[in-house]
């Protein structure tokens, strides 16, 4: 399963645990860390979890992927939701890893079916709520 480009693997607990999100709202929020050569889920967020919450749990120095169930409220009072998928690749994280994130992310991404919306943040400012929200709507 390892991409011949960067060599990454992705564990099947990674994709059992997105369909997870996607279909049985099981969790809020998923983080996944690459480990040695492939991507393993590092923490699951609970649905009772809040935006705070997940934001909370992304390391300030190191890269991750994350996936967000966004529950939001439309201009015409409609209850929606959308998965959000997260490359966090902070300015403080190291150069290597870096690369190791950006060179895998596409790879990872297209394991998980269902990603409706894609953020890219190098600081917490670049993915505010009202930054989530605007996206979502």
Do not use: H
Request: aromatic share 12%; glycine share 2%.
């Amino acid at each position: 399963m390892a991409n011949a480009a960067s060599g990454m693997a992705v564990e099947d607990e990674c994709k059992r645990k997105f369909l997870e999100l996607k279909s049985k709202r099981n969790y809020r929020f998923i983080i996944f860390r690459i480990d040695g050569q492939q991507v393993v889920v590092e923490k699951l967020g609970n649905p009772q979890e809040t935006y705070d919450d997940f934001t909370a749990s992304l390391p300030a120095d190191e890269c991750r992927y994350a996936v967000f169930d966004f529950d939001f409220t439309t201009t015409e009072n409609c209850q929606k939701s959308k998965i959000f998928f997260i490359a966090w690749s902070p300015d403080s994280s190291r150069v290597r890893m870096k690369m190791v994130y950006a060179s895998s992310k596409d790879r990872f991404k297209r394991e998980l079916d269902g990603i409706q919306v894609e953020l890219q943040a190098t600081d917490p400012s670049e993915m505010s709520f009202d930054i989530i929200k605007s996206r979502a709507l």
